[in-house]
């Protein structure tokens, strides 16, 4: 008979073993990995969209506030920060709207970052859009890494 705080999956999903349950796993059954989930940001920065897409979309735009430098070679931007190179291909991209990057290495496929231009129609007013995924445990960091980017987005196009 399971213990009563056994918390498997299904039945016999602990054993009594030399007077206390062991959980045991099934076979087939994996644990659960963690996830990177998507998040979103919004900084509103009232400047034109193009003047904006290229800060966001060339690698002299991007050496301006992303990275200390960026390369381009066809669609893979190879970002370097001091000693560090990081490669990312642009997966998907419409200009002065959006364009978005997958890191290279990264081994979830589904995870990219992005940043899109949006334009309110009452005021004009432009905003940056940024999509971004990370595991929850690194999620404040990354915020703050945003943050502390776009700060530098808006210094460098003097807002």
Request: charged share 30%; glycine share 6%; net charge negative.
């Amino acid at each position: 008979m399971p213990a009563s705080g056994c918390k498997g999956v299904g039945p016999g999903c602990c054993v009594f073993y030399k007077n206390c349950y062991i959980a045991i796993q099934s076979p087939g059954i994996t644990k659960e990995e963690p996830v990177k989930k998507k998040y979103e940001l919004e900084y509103t920065l009232n400047s034109s969209p193009n003047v904006l897409f290229n800060r966001l979309s060339t690698p002299g735009g991007l050496s301006e506030w992303f990275a200390d430098d960026v390369n381009l070679q066809g669609s893979v931007y190879t970002f370097i920060w001091e000693s560090t190179e990081q490669q990312a291909e642009v997966i998907q991209r419409k200009d002065n709207k959006y364009i978005r990057f997958r890191w290279i290495e990264e081994e979830d496929d589904h995870s990219y970052f992005e940043f899109r231009l949006t334009q309110d129609e009452l005021t004009g007013d432009v905003s940056l859009l940024i999509t971004d995924f990370a595991y929850e445990d690194e999620k404040d960091d990354a915020i703050d890494l945003w943050d502390t980017q776009v700060a530098e987005l808006k210094h460098v196009i003097g807002l």
